[in-house]
């Protein structure tokens, strides 16, 4: 009887001698999810450390299948022999993974290379290098730039993480937030022995020193994972309550370090054995991880949801080739975007040799200019317009280049042959993908008059400035009531989606003390937003982006409810506007009268689109009627009608 006790005792004290594990949410999928192990992707030897673009078509990993002239042996798997590590990539095409391709001597070396991290757009790669010079030239954490078909040489990290490196040496996965500002990594003194979970940001002097995160455990902290959502980390534990060996973690990751609840993703994710390297889609649909040195795939669709972060990511890709078109070769050149309004250029990169390109553009709803150089080519040129998505997409964009054709020995010049750019392959003209909108017509009315004794004194139109056209300095403070159709007929690019990016871009320059008021009209009418200061601007701004087209038009009631949200915030001096953007589609002499009866307040209507002439007569006449002008809008003169509204009052004497 005395020797079971004292077994007791002795398993009882080596237990509690043991780390305590800290608490986590078990999630139950209920059998909805099968793995499956990637066999496209997956060797003999050892992968691990993944990284995908959020669109899922691209995925990075470490592989010791070795194979390449610069490979050497240096360690056993599973008998046998493997060689230094390699970033590998592969594309999926059709729905499936290609056979992977080695990335070249440069970033691999002979040395060994780790835990590659791809930029949303594809364009730069962040790895690791214990290379022998790597305290010297920034190491072990390096960064490469995409430029065409080939590679930029690696530039070091440096800073704050070449400085926290010196202290440890060895690690097993690391994470870049999507805007390349957070490094994330597990690290510690032996590659068998216990690691953490590390932090370093980026700010104007680089990189700073890594600080542990709370997150750690008295565990094994491994195979960190930042989602496309900047916040959402997944990491690999045997410190939480887990199902044995090392489990999945998700959690959320604050600004400061802290976190949010943690949740073990449970089965079939987790097993009793080891299980790590988790990484998702931008939507959270797919996942692969690591189990078994082999990488493994599963569908998401029927997860719980808390599985997946709690804002799935949106990312638009443009790709496309650049081709002859007589021969049908890729052709190697310069793809660039540019807004089409502000001329800012928002990407620039070169095509592959194959005539390949492709980027990220934001998630806004935008028109562009794409402009593509190819030496012995002329310019081409094509104006894309990009709506906001609630879903990530790739969209394609296509060219056709022909060369100039042999000059004629003639006294009169000869044509050549442009660029043809076409949607996809089979090769043929496109049409014109630009909006095709209808003449510019913009009449300035002068305000009205004040029928019978007014107390307000009569407005001051401002004069411009020509220094700086958006200087507010003796402009009347503004109280703008914007009254937008969100009709189905506005919700084509050069209409409602038009409208809110030049709002952006005025409410830039407006003041403190300018207010904005926004109400949407079709089948209902709604004040969106009343009074808010022009300071609050991302709050306005998010109102605005967030409307979305549908319904019928119904002009009076939403044009009488402007009339009345303008009265109760009216400014003594002030601009009291109304700018109504609509096309047109309802009965707008019946707002005549309407227009008539509201002295104090000025009415600018902005018309959108192609419209027959008798409906730009109508449209005007309502802009007379109401005291206000009348500009139909286009992509060039938005800017100028929108800041001309807003100053259109000056300040008295």
């Given amino acids: 009887m005395k020797l079971p006790l004292l077994l007791s005792l002795f398993l009882g004290l080596f237990v509690s001698s043991l780390p305590a594990q800290r608490k986590a949410t078990l999630l139950d999928h209920k059998d909805r999810i099968q793995i499956t192990k990637v066999s496209a992707l997956s060797s003999p030897y050892r992968e691990t450390n993944l990284s995908i673009t959020p669109d899922g078509r691209y995925l990075y990993f470490m592989s010791l299948r070795g194979g390449q002239r610069w490979s050497q042996s240096f360690m056993t798997f599973r008998g046998d022999s493997v060689y230094d590590g390699d970033i590998w990539y592969s594309r999926k095409v059709a729905g499936q993974w290609q056979a992977p391709v080695c990335m070249p001597l440069g970033i691999n070396t002979p040395q060994g290379e780790d835990e590659p991290n791809i930029t949303p757009d594809g364009q730069t790669v962040y790895y690791q290098s214990w290379n022998s010079m790597w305290e010297v030239t920034g190491g072990p954490y390096y ?33 870049i937030s999507p805007d390349e500002k957070r490094f994330i990594v597990a690290a510690g003194q032996g590659y068998d022995a216990p690691m953490d979970l590390f932090m370093s940001t980026r700010n104007i002097y680089g990189w700073t020193y890594c600080k542990k995160l709370g997150i750690s455990t008295e565990g094994d902290d491994r195979s960190a994972f930042l989602a496309a959502d900047g916040k959402t980390l997944y990491f690999a534990s045997t410190g939480y309550q887990g199902l044995g060996g090392m489990d999945i973690y998700k959690t959320t990751l604050n600004s400061d370090g802290t976190f949010g609840e943690v949740i073990n993703i449970g089965a079939p994710f987790n097993t009793k054995g080891d299980d790590y390297g988790f990484i998702l889609t931008a939507d959270g649909m797919e996942a692969y991880f690591v189990r078994d040195g082999n990488i493994h795939f599963a569908d998401l669709r029927e997860a719980d949801d808390r599985i997946r972060p709690a804002i799935p990511q949106v990312h638009l890709t443009l790709e496309g080739t650049v081709r002859d078109s007589a021969s049908w070769q890729g052709l190697a050149g310069e793809v660039l975007i540019m807004d089409a309004r502000s001329k800012v250029v928002v990407k620039k990169l070169r095509t592959t040799s194959a005539g390949r390109y492709r980027l990220d553009l934001p998630n806004k709803t935008r028109i562009y200019d794409q402009i593509v150089t190819v030496d012995g080519y002329p310019t081409a040129r094509r104006r894309i317009t990009v709506e906001a998505r609630a879903y990530s997409e790739v969209i394609p964009s296509n060219f056709l280049l022909a060369a100039p054709a042999p000059q004629i020995a003639s006294n009169d010049p000869q044509p050549t042959r442009s660029e043809i750019p076409t949607p996809n392959p089979p090769p043929a003209p496109a049409p014109d993908p630009r909006p095709q909108i209808g003449p510019v017509t913009t009449v300035q009315v002068e305000p009205k008059p004040q029928p019978g004794p007014s107390p307000q004194p009569a407005p001051v139109i401002a004069p411009e400035s020509p220094e700086d056209p958006y ?77 979305r087209s549908s319904g019928a038009t119904r002009g009076k009631n939403a044009l009488r409810k402007a009339y009345q949200v303008a009265k109760e915030h ?24 309407l227009a008539d009866k509201e002295a104090q307040v ?51 004497p």
């Fill in 143 to 175: 960064k490469a730039q995409r430029k065409g078909d080939e590679w930029g040489l690696p530039q070091g990290l440096g800073g704050g993480i070449t400085d926290f490196f010196r202290n440890y040496r060895a690690t097993d996965g690391m994470t």
């Fill in 570 to 593: 009216f400014i003594s001096g002030g601009n009291n506007r109304i700018i109504m953007a609509t096309d047109g589609y309802f009965d707008v002499p019946e707002l005549y009268s």
């Fill in 471 to 547: 200087s507010f300095a003796n402009v009347a403070e503004n109280n703008l009531i914007l009254l937008l159709d969100v009709s189905a007929s506005m919700r084509k690019p050069e209409k409602l989606p038009l409208l809110k990016d030049a709002l952006d871009h005025l409410l830039a320059h407006m003041r403190p003390e300018d207010q904005i008021s926004v109400i949407v009209y079709s089948g209902n009418v709604d004040v969106v937003l009343e009074a808010v200061s022009a300071a609050h601007s991302e709050h306005i701004m998010s109102a605005i982006e967030s409307l």
């Fill in 602 to 652: 000025q009415l600018s209507v902005f018309s959108f689109g192609k419209l027959p002439e008798d409906k730009h007569q109508e449209l005007k006449t309502l802009a007379t009627h109401g005291g206000g002008n009348y500009a139909s809008i286009t992509p060039d003169n938005i800017d100028d009608a929108l800041l001309k509204e807003a100053k259109a009052v000056r300040r008295s």
